[in-house]
């Protein structure tokens, strides 16, 4: 993008505050909904978006468009921030009475939905940071296994195999963790 590689460069060059708000305005709705998916909170959403957006403007000094696009590589820093933040996340309890149920139906799919998102999650957390983040970028950002492996400067074999073999390994320990009830996980 044209605009975009403007932006970039009025931040470089003269730290122009309002090309890094129009850099993070373009983008910030697409970073913002691939953390949200893995996510499931919006607080936490926010923060991350947030912490992704200042360690991109932090080192764009070092981004270089010829590896990654900038979306790309905005996508990659994000990828890394949920990573951190399951690494030092404990477990937090929400009160029934905090949360806001509008139909059962909808709360119910809502406790699956985020119940599997968690175990997901869980599991996806015991691999190695790399594995993490082709999961990460294949799945919350619908990134193709070229484009992975362009980001990660790795073999798109190796990207498409370690994704493939994560996939295998979670549906299995997954389908066996459910049918025991969740005592596996």
Sequence with gaps: MEQEQKWIREIVRRGSKK???????AYYDDIYTFIYRQTGNREDAMDLTQESFLAALRSLHAYDRKKAGFRTWLYHIASHKVI???RRQ??????IEDYEMEDEKDFVE?????????TIEEFVRGMEPQVQ????????????????AAVLSQPEAKIKA??????AKM???????WKHGGENL
């Excluded at 090309?19 to 305005?25: E, I, N, P, Q, T």
């Excluded at 404990?90 to 009160?95: A, R």
């Excluded at 983040?133 to 992975?148: K, M, T």
């Design 162 to 167: 370690q994704y493939y073999r994560l996939t």
């Design 171 to 177: 549906k299995k320990e997954i389908r066996s963790a």
């Design 84 to 86: 951190d933040m399951r």
């Design 19 to 25: 090309a890094a708000d129009a850099l993070v305005r």
């Design 133 to 148: 983040e082709v999961f990460r970028l294949r799945v919350y950002g619908g990134y193709s296994f070229p484009e992975i």
């Design 90 to 95: 404990k477990v937090q309890y929400l009160s």
């Design 110 to 118: 809502d406790i699956q939905n985020r119940e599997l998102l968690n």
